[in-house]
């Protein structure tokens, strides 16, 4: 290796060069072969280009990457622990050290940059400055924000000055996601058909009325959601942030929104609402309004968690963001502040929480994890540093969305004998004996009824994509028995129409799940029973998902 002003020389009776290169030069370098005829002729070896850059300077790599304790292992499992071993230029000098070998040096003044990357390839750790030679990832749960619920899109905040402004979420939606608009206005807002006011604040700038208003909507189909457009009493300036959230297995709930209305004084914090209960998994918005100009305005930052960065426009801004608790049961302290404290905060704040079903489990790890890993000295890197991936065994798959469970209400209803029921988490319970041939429709609202009424195919679209779709069909608890030497018995089906049947789960038969890919919107969910099928409070989860 040949660096500037240092004469290349290589230990014992190899050949070496005279020539003196500069750090920024390239060497040109042939190979001399040797075989039993002797050397080969150097002018015919192919040229090899070689950077100086100062490697006979720079530190040497560490040594035995190893992940949770195996050597460039391909598969772990748990949680992340990274090591290395020193290596020094100066002890080992000629001597070659396997990868296995303990520790040399390491090298004064030695220190090693890691770089942690997630299973999509995006960096979560950036660490440097690192002495000892192993690393925990600790953290992987909360850096990676792995939690049932999914922040699908969200819009930058667009501003207007007139009665109206509109904003459009680039991205399509699944029935049973949740839509929050997040409105700054400055007059009394005309709530959007479909939305309903989940909270609303009220502050002043000292001489007018500032608002910010959360509203929310359920979608109610599979599809490209279209611009919203958002109405105030009269012309002024206006804010709207839209945010699209999921979960993949239940229906979302908002907690009661909780508003902070603050004066304009300097570096005043807005307190964390105290009413808010850590809840698993859950994720907690926060927004705000502030009337007040200030030059390099960027950002409100928290003591803990995520706020999305703020968007200034003339002298108007909104805040709007996501905060995620570090684990279940922590105190309630924490607050919120600008990060610089002659600014002036927003007069009115609102929070709200989205709170996944119960008995949730939120996996842990990423299916891969990529490493880079280098030793740093006096400013220089390792000419060559690690580049590794390793893979999880049997992490918890994404739960797919179902898309049953936007349409199956909580509720009870009977006939022909039998009565059916969904609870909350959208278990369907089944009790009693058919004493006609019933239909059982359990989305759209319960409804049993020995026909099929025409009523039932005005039932909003479950969905309306081209993707094949599964039904599974999951026995939760109870018995069934059916009618001797019948079949077709207890059929849960998806409907195009009252006649016209897409997936059938014959659950007598034992036939549990069933795909295909939808010709035509799937407007309904139906359950076809024959008489003399007994039921004993039997409990169905029902699925219907993107996919095979």
Same mark, same amino acid.
């Given at each position: 290796?040949?660096?500037?002003?240092?004469?290349?020389?290589?230990?014992?009776?190899? +050949?070496?060069?005279?020539?003196?290169?500069?750090?920024?030069?390239?060497?040109?370098?042939?190979?001399?072969?040797?075989?039993?005829?002797?050397?080969?002729?150097?002018?015919?070896?192919?040229?090899?280009?070689?950077?100086?850059?100062?490697?006979?300077?720079?530190?040497?790599?560490?040594?035995?990457?190893?992940?949770?304790?195996?050597?460039?292992?391909?598969?772990?499992?748990?949680?992340?622990?990274?090591?290395?071993?020193?290596?020094?230029? !100066?002890?080992?000098?000629?001597?070659?050290?396997?990868?296995?070998?303990?520790?040399?040096? $390491?090298?004064?003044?030695?220190?090693?940059?890691?770089?942690?990357?997630?299973?999509?390839?995006?960096?979560?750790?950036?660490?440097?400055?690192?002495?000892?030679?192993?690393?925990?990832?600790?953290?992987?749960?909360?850096?990676?924000?792995?939690?049932?619920?999914?922040?699908?899109?969200?819009?930058?905040?667009?501003?207007?000055?007139?009665?109206?402004? =509109?904003?459009?979420?680039?991205? =399509?939606?699944?029935?049973?996601?949740?839509?929050?608009?997040?409105?700054?206005?400055?007059?009394? &807002?005309?709530?959007?058909?479909?939305?309903?006011?989940?909270?609303?604040? /009220?502050?002043?700038?000292?001489?007018? *009325?500032?608002?910010?208003?959360?509203?929310?909507?359920?979608?109610?189909?599979?599809?490209?959601?279209?611009?919203?457009?958002?109405?105030?009493?009269?012309?002024?300036?206006?804010?709207?942030?839209?945010?699209?959230?999921?979960?993949?297995?239940?229906? &979302?709930?908002?907690?009661?929104?909780?508003? /902070?209305?603050?004066?304009?004084?300097?570096?005043?914090?807005?307190?964390?609402?105290?009413?808010?209960?850590?809840?698993?998994?859950?994720?907690?918005?926060?927004?705000?309004?502030?009337?007040?100009?200030? @030059?390099?305005?960027?950002?409100?930052?928290?003591?803990?968690?995520?706020?999305?960065?703020?968007?200034?426009?003339?002298?108007?801004?909104?805040?709007?963001?996501?905060?995620?608790?570090?684990?279940?049961?922590?105190?309630?302290?924490?607050?919120? /502040?600008?990060?610089?404290?002659?600014?002036?905060?927003?007069?009115?704040?609102?929070?709200?929480?989205?709170?996944?079903?119960? +008995?949730?489990?939120?996996?842990?790890?990423?299916? @891969?994890?990529?490493?880079?890993?280098?030793?740093?000295?006096?400013?220089?890197?390792?000419? /060559?540093? !690690?580049?590794?991936?390793? *893979?999880?065994?049997?992490?918890? $798959?994404?739960?797919?969305?179902?898309?049953?469970?936007?349409?199956?209400?909580?509720? *009870?209803?009977?006939?022909?004998?039998?009565?059916?029921?969904?609870?909350?988490?959208?278990?369907?319970?089944?009790?009693?004996?058919?004493?006609?041939?019933?239909?059982?429709?359990? *989305?759209?609202?319960?409804?049993?009824?020995?026909?099929?009424?025409?009523?039932?195919?005005?039932?909003?679209?479950?969905?309306?994509?081209?993707?094949?779709?599964?039904?599974?069909?999951?026995?939760?608890?109870?018995?069934?028995?059916?009618?001797?030497?019948?079949?077709?018995?207890?059929?849960?089906?998806?409907?195009?129409?009252?006649?016209?049947?897409?997936? +059938?789960?014959?659950?007598?038969?034992?036939?549990? =799940?069933?795909?295909?890919?939808?010709?035509?919107?799937?407007?309904?969910?139906?359950?076809?029973?024959?008489?003399?099928?007994? &039921?004993?409070?039997?409990?169905?989860?029902?699925?219907?998902?993107?996919?095979?």
């Amino acid at each position: 290796m040949v660096e500037a002003d240092t004469q290349l020389q290589q230990a014992k009776a190899y +050949n070496y060069t005279k020539s003196l290169y500069q750090e920024t030069d390239t060497a040109r370098i042939a190979l001399a072969t040797r075989n039993s005829l002797g050397m080969a002729n150097v002018t015919a070896a192919d040229l090899i280009a070689t950077p100086m850059r100062a490697r006979a300077f720079r530190p040497y790599p560490p040594a035995g990457l190893a992940f949770n304790g195996t050597y460039l292992a391909e598969e772990i499992e748990g949680a992340i622990t990274v090591s290395w071993k020193h290596r020094d230029r !100066w002890e080992q000098i000629d001597t070659l050290v396997t990868q296995s070998e303990a520790n040399v040096g $390491p090298e004064e003044g030695t220190t090693y940059n890691l770089k942690v990357y997630d299973e999509n390839n995006v960096l979560k750790k950036n660490l440097t400055g690192l002495t000892g030679t192993s690393w925990t990832w600790d953290t992987e749960a909360s850096d990676c924000e792995f939690s049932a619920i999914t922040k699908v899109a969200v819009t930058g905040t667009v501003y207007g000055t007139s009665t109206t402004t =509109s904003a459009k979420l680039e991205t =399509s939606a699944y029935a049973g996601d949740i839509e929050l608009a997040w409105v700054f206005h400055s007059s009394a &807002l005309t709530i959007p058909e479909g939305y309903t006011l989940h909270g609303s604040a /009220q502050g002043t700038d000292g001489s007018s *009325t500032v608002y910010i208003s959360l509203l929310q909507r359920t979608i109610s189909a599979t599809g490209t959601l279209p611009a919203e457009t958002f109405t105030q009493a009269s012309a002024g300036n206006m804010g709207v942030h839209l945010q699209l959230w999921r979960f993949g297995s239940g229906n &979302l709930t908002l907690s009661p929104a909780s508003t /902070q209305v603050q004066d304009s004084a300097s570096s005043r914090n807005i307190v964390w609402p105290a009413h808010i209960a850590p809840v698993s998994s859950a994720k907690t918005l926060i927004g705000g309004v502030s009337t007040y100009a200030h @030059s390099g305005y960027t950002k409100w930052t928290a003591s803990s968690g995520e706020i999305m960065s703020t968007v200034q426009v003339s002298n108007n801004r909104l805040v709007c963001g996501t905060v995620t608790q570090a684990a279940l049961g922590d105190a309630l302290a924490g607050y919120y /502040q600008f990060d610089d404290s002659a600014r002036l905060i927003g007069t009115a704040a609102i929070a709200v929480t989205l709170i996944p079903p119960p +008995n949730i489990i939120v996996r842990e790890y990423n299916r @891969s994890i990529r490493v880079e890993l280098e030793a740093m000295r006096d400013g220089y890197a390792s000419w /060559q540093k !690690w580049n590794h991936t390793v *893979t999880r065994k049997n992490v918890k $798959p994404e739960a797919p969305v179902n898309l049953l469970l936007a349409h199956m209400s909580a509720g *009870t209803a009977t006939g022909n004998g039998i009565t059916a029921s969904i609870d909350a988490e959208g278990i369907l319970t089944l009790n009693g004996t058919a004493s006609a041939v019933s239909n059982i429709k359990y *989305t759209g609202g319960l409804d049993i009824n020995a026909s099929r009424p025409s009523t039932w195919d005005r039932d909003s679209v479950l969905y309306e994509g081209t993707t094949a779709l599964t039904l599974a069909v999951t026995v939760v608890g109870g018995t069934y028995s059916l009618p001797e030497g019948v079949t077709d018995c207890l059929n849960i089906t998806t409907r195009y129409s009252t006649a016209s049947i897409f997936l +059938n789960a014959k659950l007598g038969d034992g036939i549990t =799940s069933i795909n295909g890919t939808p010709a035509s919107p799937v407007k309904m969910g139906v359950i076809y029973l024959r008489t003399g099928v007994v &039921l004993e409070n039997l409990q169905l989860r029902l699925t219907l998902h993107e996919g095979l």
